[in-house]
Nanobody
Framework: QVQLLETGGGLVQAGGSLRLSCAAS????????MAWYRQTPGKERELVAS???????IYSDSAKGRFTISRDYAQNAVYLEMNRLNPEDTGVYYC?????????????????WGLGTQVTVSS
């Protein structure tokens, strides 16, 4: 089992910055992919940014140019640096990790979620 613990959420004024952190524990090998999702009331959880094992990053349109995702592979952690925040960025941010267990016979993916951290941006 893998536990994901997010920290760094909070209340910030529009134009400000926050840095979210997510630490994974429970597995010794690094995650195939780690990501940040955001959910607001009445909406589905949506991808904000992801980063795979090779370092490839994907951002949502709203995150491009303002947010930066990074990983510490040794610590099995993922970070999200958020700049120029606006009220539309408000929501609960969830950390996600995907692990792959491969044998000769099969490849099995495992998906894990954190409990989320609230980010509120005031206008």
């Amino acid at each position: 089992q893998v536990q994901l613990l997010e920290t760094g959420g909070g209340l910030v004024q529009a134009g400000g910055s926050l840095r979210l952190s997510c630490a994974a524990s429970g597995r010794k090998f690094e995650a195939n992919l780690m990501a940040w999702y955001r959910q607001t009331p009445g909406k589905e959880r949506e991808l904000v940014a992801s980063m795979n094992k090779s370092g490839m990053r994907i951002y949502s349109d709203s995150a491009k140019g303002r947010f930066t995702i990074s990983r510490d592979y040794a610590q099995n952690a993922v970070y999200l640096e958020m700049n120029r925040l606006n009220p539309e960025d408000t929501g609960v941010y969830y950390c996600y990790a995907n692990y792959i267990h491969a044998t000769i016979e099969r490849v099995t993916p495992y998906d894990y979620w954190g409990l989320g951290t609230q980010v509120t941006v005031s206008s």
